[in-house]
């Protein structure tokens, strides 16, 4: 027993992601940083996540991540809202959700939040008509 200080093991209960939704945001997390993305917090943009196509000092976000559970009502106008918050930022919205089926799953694919075995996920990316060149 004892303290770590003296050898000893810590044991934390651990509940994250506990969830539905904590453990679609902890799948879209792992999923994009497999593809190389570098995620940070995105609530200064209306969203989760943004994610990065590499050290965030050096480079901008590429996309405004936003999960969404299954049967989840898209507000027309909020997407209005946060596909323009993004695009002024000249970010792309990403919307991401579980590839089809995956959500039945169930908990039993959560059992460790560091195992291999994670929902696949699918994207939406919602970009400005123009683009964002120097022609946009």
């Given at each position: 027993?004892?303290?770590v200080a003296?050898?000893?093991v810590c044991r934390v209960g651990w509940t994250y992601p506990?969830?539905?939704y904590e453990r679609l945001r902890f799948a879209v997390f792992c999923d994009l940083h497999r593809q190389g993305f570098v995620m940070t917090g995105g609530i200064?943009?209306?969203a989760?996540?943004?994610a990065y196509p590499g050290d965030p000092s050096l480079y901008h976000a590429q996309f405004t991540v936003r999960p969404l559970l299954p049967g989840e009502a898209l507000n027309p106008m909020l997407l209005k809202a946060v596909a323009r918050g993004s695009h002024a930022a000249r970010k792309h919205v990403l919307l991401a959700f579980y590839a089809e089926g995956e959500?039945?799953?169930g908990k039993s694919v959560w059992l460790s939040p560091l195992g291999?075995?994670?929902?696949?996920?699918k994207y939406l990316s919602l970009a400005p008509e123009a683009g964002f060149?120097?022609?946009a």
């Open positions: 027993g004892g303290s003296d050898g000893g506990n969830t539905e200064k943009f209306g989760d996540m943004l959500a039945a799953l291999s075995q994670l929902p696949r996920i060149g120097a022609n």
